[in-house]
């Protein structure tokens, strides 16, 4: 099981993990389904280290609106990094993951397929700058959260509540 880690605790990490290689990566985490277990498991096969950044409940629902998210932030690190695959996780309040990034200069980065190319990604031009390695994996078709949220509402919805009985 991994440690959820404070953002100030991000400097002596870097230093504890020199000699391996570190893989970072980060997200909402909103109501983890297979689609993150996958990117998780996958970004984990890149080093020898996994660390991922969650996004704080403020940057969350700036990111994807109102409603979200579903679950605190505390619930989705502790979820996170209870996964084998996740070794450490930290929560950040910004939007993008710059910060993080600048303190603990992983070797390589990882985002999700559904990023076009790595320059639709913020943080890429940071990562390349010390030397690091941006990596996009594949998309796993049929899993999002927001897909996940659509079923929900629409499975039990009172108008389809009331044609069911």
């Known amino acids: 099981m991994g440690s959820v880690v404070q953002p100030s ?6 230093q504890s993990l020199r000699g391996k290689i570190m893989v970072f ?7 983890l389904h297979l689609g993150h277990i996958k990117y998780l498991q996958q970004s984990k096969e890149l080093g020898d280290v996994l660390v991922g950044g969650v996004n704080s409940d403020t940057s969350t629902t700036a990111l994807k609106g109102p409603h979200r998210p579903l679950i ?14 996740v070794d450490y996780v930290v929560i950040f309040s910004e939007l993008t993951a710059e910060n993080v990034i600048s303190v603990l200069e992983p070797q390589v980065y990882v ?25 996009l994996l594949t998309f796993v078709p049929g899993f999002s959260t927001s897909s996940i949220i659509e079923s929900i509402v629409e499975r039990y919805s009172p108008q389809k509540q009331t044609s069911q009985q």
Do not use: H, M
């Open 9 to 14: 605790q991000l400097p002596q990490l870097r």
């Open 25 to 31: 990566t980060n997200g909402c985490f909103d109501l």
């Open 72 to 85: 605190g932030e505390g619930a989705r690190a502790e979820t996170i990094a209870a996964l084998g695959c």
């Open 111 to 135: 985002k999700g397929g559904d990023y076009a190319s790595e320059e639709d990604i913020p943080e890429s031009k940071l990562v390349r700058s010390y030397g690091g390695k941006v990596e």
